[in-house]
């Protein structure tokens, strides 16, 4: 008799990446709408925009982070490296889909998610994963 694997396995692996994009995108959807928010009751001068994209990204990159680094209890810094990646991509698709996409903050863009999503790995799995 063959043994068939459960999907249930393949669920379980997939729940910190899931949890973790997730979260992180409602992060990034609130950050956004307080640094609009901000941005339009303060009248803030220019470049405040450029300043409260990196927080936005970088907040969202660390709370992905902190979901994958928790879920998968080891290697917070390649899992938190990893969520950070995914959103970077993400952003860079939104930023093409909607033509904004700049040359100039790319490079930035990517060091701000893979760093914040890295420090947010590494305290998730210190802080909040299960010790056996």
């Given at each position: 008799?063959?043994?068939?694997?459960?999907?249930?396995?393949?669920?379980?692996?997939?729940?910190?990446?899931?949890?973790?994009?997730?979260?992180?995108?409602?992060?990034?959807?609130?950050?956004?709408?307080?640094?609009?928010?901000?941005?339009?009751?303060?009248?803030?001068?220019?470049?405040?925009?450029?300043?409260?994209?990196?927080?936005?990204?970088?907040?969202?990159?660390?709370?992905?982070?902190?979901?994958?680094?928790?879920?998968?209890?080891?290697?917070?810094?390649?899992?938190?490296?990893?969520?950070?990646?995914?959103?970077?991509?993400?952003?860079?698709?939104?930023?093409?889909?909607?033509?904004?996409?700049?040359?100039?903050?790319?490079?930035?863009?990517?060091?701000?998610?893979?760093?914040?999503?890295?420090?947010?790995?590494?305290?998730?799995v210190n802080k909040f994963s299960e010790r056996a």
């Amino acid at each position: 008799m063959i043994k068939r694997n459960s999907r249930t396995l393949t669920v379980r692996k997939l729940r910190p990446f899931i949890k973790g994009i997730t979260a992180g995108i409602i992060t990034a959807a609130v950050l956004a709408i307080v640094s609009a928010v901000i941005f339009v009751i303060a009248g803030a001068p220019d470049g405040t925009d450029e300043i409260l994209g990196y927080i936005t990204i970088g907040g969202a990159c660390f709370v992905c982070g902190v979901f994958m680094g928790a879920g998968k209890g080891k290697n917070g810094f390649l899992w938190g490296a990893v969520g950070g990646g995914i959103l970077f991509v993400l952003c860079c698709a939104g930023a093409v889909i909607t033509g904004s996409l700049c040359g100039a903050a790319f490079v930035g863009k990517l060091i701000i998610c893979v760093l914040c999503g890295c420090i947010g790995g590494i305290i998730g799995v210190n802080k909040f994963s299960e010790r056996a």
